[in-house]
């Protein structure tokens, strides 16, 4: 069983960076494949990147790749979502999610364990 604690979320300005993170419990972090996704209001949950249970394989989707960037410590049990020149529309609740199977996968439904999400609100 594993637990995650999204934490680094809060209010900013469009253009300004923030880093989440994302804590995990229980044991054999590194063999967890680790997921960022994101969920607007009134939108679906949407993949932002992810990355292997050694930190030597990172996939981020196409339209943020770039911008965000994902790392682990794996000493730590975590793992970071630096996000730059943010926008408004990555305004979202931003979730991390950890998959048993190390093999990278972009799909909510074949990750294992939930954090309960941190809100990311970007002004104009």
């Known amino acids: 069983q594993v637990q995650l604690v999204e934490s680094g979320g809060g209010l900013v300005q469009a253009g300004d960076s923030l880093r989440l993170s994302c804590a995990a419990s229980?044991?054999?972090?590194?063999?967890?494949?680790m997921g960022w996704f994101r969920q607007a209001p009134g939108k679906e949950r949407e993949f932002v990147g992810a990355?292997?249970?050694?930190?030597?394989?990172?996939y981020y989707t196409n339209s943020l790749k770039g911008r965000f960037g994902i790392s682990r410590d794996n000493a730590k049990k975590t793992v970071y979502l630096q996000m730059n020149s943010l926008k408004p529309e990555d305004t979202a609740v931003y979730y991390c999610?950890?998959?048993?199977?190390?093999?990278?996968?972009?799909?909510?439904?074949?990750?294992?364990?939930w954090g309960q999400g941190t809100q990311v609100t970007v002004s104009s």
């Open positions: 999610a950890a998959r048993k199977t190390d093999s990278p996968t972009g799909i909510s439904v074949e990750y294992d364990y």
């Open positions: 229980g044991r054999a972090f590194s063999t967890y494949f």
């Open positions: 990355i292997s249970g050694s930190g030597g394989n990172i």
